[in-house]
């Protein structure tokens, strides 16, 4: 054999023991692609087993909100009446502190009314009350008339 002869019989048994050593992992290789190939034959019926359990979930989900907003449309009216009865009370507890106010200021007046004419005993009380009942009746003239249900 000349040398030509020898290299290709050394690359021929390099060759053979690569082979060898290759067999176990491209059986293994192979094993996993048959597992591959069963996983992806089977995926088509679980996407569809899925996408059913999707679709009803949805359903469900488009029917509760359906009812949700139908009970918010049926309660929207209670709420309406509540801010208008939040309006009417704030409207009358700002009249009650109006006058509430102004027979403070009335208290005041008539206090200095009846300390600087030096009133005291029954006729200082006397002065007092008309003194208000005055101021009262000027109030209530000046005072918008709130409606009463």
Known sequence: MDWLGIGVLIIGIAFAILVIYL??????????????????????????????????????????????????????PVF?????????????????????????????????FVTSKKYEGIFGLLSFLFFLSQKRHEISEKMPKTKSN
């Open 23 to 76: 067999l176990k992992p491209i059986k293994k290789l192979a094993s996993v692609l048959g597992s591959l190939q069963q996983t992806t034959d089977r995926l088509p019926k679980v996407l569809d087993d899925v996408t059913s359990q999707a679709t009803t979930v949805l359903q469900a989900s488009n029917t509760t909100l359906a009812n949700v907003n139908q009970q918010v449309t049926d309660i929207s």
């Open 80 to 112: 309406h009446i509540i801010g208008e009865v939040g309006k009417e009370a704030e409207k009358f507890t700002s009249a009650a502190l109006d006058k509430t106010t102004s027979l403070k200021q009335q208290t005041t007046g008539a206090k200095e």
